[in-house]
T-cell receptor
Framework: AQTVTQSQPEMSVQEAETVTLSCTYD???????LFWYKQPPSRQMILVIR??????QNATENRFSVNFQKAAKSFSLKISDSQLGDAAMYFC???????????FGSGTRLLVRP | EPEVTQTPSHQVTQMGQEVILRCVPI?????FYWYRQILGQKVEFLVS????????KSEIFDDQFSVERPDGSNFTLKIRSTKLEDSAMYFC?????????????FGPGTRLLVL
């Protein structure tokens, strides 16, 4: 069965600095998709960034980028120039090509220090 | 920007009672989902729904659960006889399509407490 692991329950970053959130997953599938969702306090989850497994190039969305290492089954999220509004719970998620369901990690709470 | 909405935001019920959680997906979306998160645990998939049929369900989604799209805008999750272990945050999600990088858009959740 596929699993997603986020080993950092909580991370802290100084405003304007860079932080990396880790995510590893376990799958025997070759076609799958990876996502990072952000959940601000008392708000819904919103998509931050997504990656197709067959694409070697790492996805980038403004200050957010990923380091996708398919062989290592690692999908880390880098947030550059951290802002106070980045403070949230971040969830890594996996979906295999033949399924509708997202499989989530346990989440990392990101604190941003002013 | 369109959002998925859920009502109520909080619900308290007695064990054995039926509850209906309501969701209004984004209007042009065709695929609908329910997830839940028990306190301190991971977000777990329950069910996906398309064209008035369940397209996929998890082991959690047993006979006490049902989903329905009663009209053109609402999507509901019914729990027939609630148990203490059904206490969780329930998230509805919707997507325009499925497959590939299609994004699932989540609602804010309904916190269900079973006493």
């Amino acid at each position: 069965a596929q699993t997603v692991t986020q080993s950092q329950p909580e991370m802290s970053v100084q405003e304007a600095e860079t932080v990396t959130l880790s995510c590893t997953y376990d799958t025997s599938e070759s076609d799958y998709y990876l996502f990072w969702y952000k959940q601000p306090p008392s708000r819904q989850m919103i998509l931050v960034i997504r990656q197709e497994a067959y694409k070697q190039q790492n996805a980038t969305e403004n200050r957010f980028s990923v380091n996708f290492q398919k062989a290592a089954k690692s999908f880390s999220l880098k947030i550059s120039d951290s802002q106070l509004g980045d403070a949230a719970m971040y969830f890594c998620a996996y979906r295999m090509d033949s399924s509708y369901k997202l499989i989530f990690g346990s989440g990392t709470r990101l604190l941003v220090r002013p | 920007e369109p959002e998925v909405t859920q009502t109520p935001s909080h619900q308290v019920t007695q064990m054995g009672q039926e509850v209906i959680l309501r969701c209004v997906p984004i209007s042009n979306h065709l695929y609908f989902y329910w997830y839940r998160q028990i306190l301190g645990q991971k977000v777990e998939f329950l069910v996906s729904f398309y064209n008035n049929e369940i397209s996929e369900k998890s082991e959690i989604f047993d006979d006490q659960f049902s989903v329905e799209r009663p009209d053109g805008s609402n999507f509901t999750l019914k729990i027939r006889s609630t148990k203490l272990e059904d206490s969780a945050m329930y998230f509805c999600a919707s997507s325009l399509a499925t497959g590939g990088l299609e994004t699932q858009y989540f609602g804010p959740g309904t916190r269900l407490l079973v006493l």
